[in-house]
């Protein structure tokens, strides 16, 4: 015992020597340190400006879908479109200040800070594709418009920051991770476009989505559980839509080939009223 | 009466069918009202979604001034990092202006949670600040009192001429009192630090002073606000260390040198033989 003591204070004061250069703060290791400081620093600090612009990401994304669920409710959907492409634009530039910010960082340690935008995105494009295309954007389209140009009349600082060596153009890779939740997030989206549309007398978009989301549905059970974990959880909530669109899909079928349009939603809520009516109905 | 329901639901849906036409020229006053409301509500998000991101800033910084203030125990020149530390704050308050700005003409009870943990963070530095200058605890009152922002001249352009120059931010009692739970949390690290370096003093001040605060708290008990709770469960276990480290020291400390006081802290049978004739 009275060796480790011994040992113990040799230490502490060869300890209180250091503490008394550190007060000068002129030794080696305080100058590491403060090297140390500024790394964590400047690291935590672009981690936060990166939350911030995947929070404006996300929210311009959700507002953009708001938007395109209006496409069932009026007649000029054109107009709408255009109005969330030009949304997405927006989006697109928020994109390039992450990839901005990006330049020379190893985007994996940034991964989790825009992470949530980049989903709520790739949500926001495939859902515009779909009403569009009635098909699913691939994930090399939606990089090919992740391409940003620096300009020549950008901020004199910004060409005074940019190396000369740096490219002139930027891009920005979304991860197939984040392609995959972008579209489990869809299927949420596709489930109430399918709904919303029958409430307004739209019989054939229903069994459009039901073959569109069962086939979403194979390709995820396909991944299975070898994906990233969320997609287990995204697989249970897919399910449910899938789920609905179908039963939305079997009342129309079963029960709607002879009511009026108008009615439509009608028979969603009271499935018991027009039994005296479908005399004949497989 | 199957038939009769059928036919008012159809009624009833014809003239729905006859709205949606109308809506659809977007021109109907429901369709004007429920514009006004998507501007209200995007309006009213988009200042609580700016006033998060105000109040993260608030947070960072009001840490990081914590980080450096206790830098004191290690370093003889506490003068120069008290004064970094009023510098950081001064940023601080600045954006807590911000904050004010935001909420002005507002109900700030409907943005609350939007920049309570950073004015708790806040109160956390603010009180650990004057409890290592002055050795007290900052009151409510002196904390809103350095609150107060001037509106400068060359502002007036934005601002409608009645609105008063001055403005001023009140942090809630709620919100002071979670600060200063923090706080317990602070001042614990303070003591075991400076017992580390050799300052006998402090943790006996700092344990007379948190069991003050933990007495107060018990006052209120579980009539404030839910957070209260769990912070005094904290604030228990603060106290508890505090009190352990006053133990060691009276106890056990009195015939230890100071630089070896830290290893008191490691290895308490290493000096069991040195002990003869203490309490």
Redesign the interface.
């Known amino acids: 015992?009275?060796v480790?003591?011994e040992g113990?204070?040799r230490r502490?004061?060869e300890?209180?020597q250091e503490?008394d250069a550190?007060?000068n703060s002129s030794s080696p290791v305080i100058a590491a340190f403060k090297v140390f400081q500024q790394e964590l620093?400047t690291r935590?600090d672009k981690y936060?400006r990166l939350?911030?612009i995947s929070?404006d990401v996300t929210?311009e994304s959700k507002?953009s879908i708001f938007l395109l669920h209006r496409v069932t409710?009026?007649?000029d959907t054109e107009g709408v479109l255009n109005e969330a492409e030009s949304k997405l634009d927006g989006v697109r530039q928020k994109i390039g200040q992450i990839a901005e910010e990006l330049r020379g960082e190893d985007i994996y340690q940034f991964h989790r800070a825009f992470t949530p935008g980049i989903q709520e995105y790739v949500e926001a494009v495939t859902f515009l594709h779909y009403i569009r295309h009635r098909s699913l954007i691939s994930l090399e389209e939606i990089n090919a418009r992740l391409v940003f140009m620096k300009t020549d009349n950008a901020d004199p600082k910004d060409s005074a920051e940019a190396p000369p060596s740096s490219a002139p153009v930027l891009t920005f890779q979304v991860t197939p991770a984040d392609y995959l939740l972008g579209v489990a997030d869809l299927t949420g989206e596709l489930m109430r476009l399918c709904i919303g549309s029958v409430g307004?007398g739209d019989i054939d978009t229903p069994f459009q989505l039901s073959q569109f989301l069962r086939q979403i549905h194979d390709g995820f059970s396909y991944i299975g559980n070898t994906g990233p974990y969320e997609v287990s959880k995204k697989l249970h909530t897919l399910r449910q839509s899938l789920g609905k669109v179908e039963d939305a899909c079997y009342t129309l079928r079963v029960r709607g080939s002879e009511i009026?349009k108008?009615?439509l939603?009608?028979v969603f809520c009271?499935r018991?009223?027009?039994?005296?009516?479908e005399e004949g109905v497989v």
Do not use: F, V
């Open positions: 015992c009275m480790s003591g113990w204070s502490n004061a300890a209180a503490r550190h007060a620093d935590h936060e939350i911030k929070r929210i507002r409710n009026i007649p307004n009026p108008h009615m939603a009608d009271t018991t009223t027009h039994m005296d009516a």
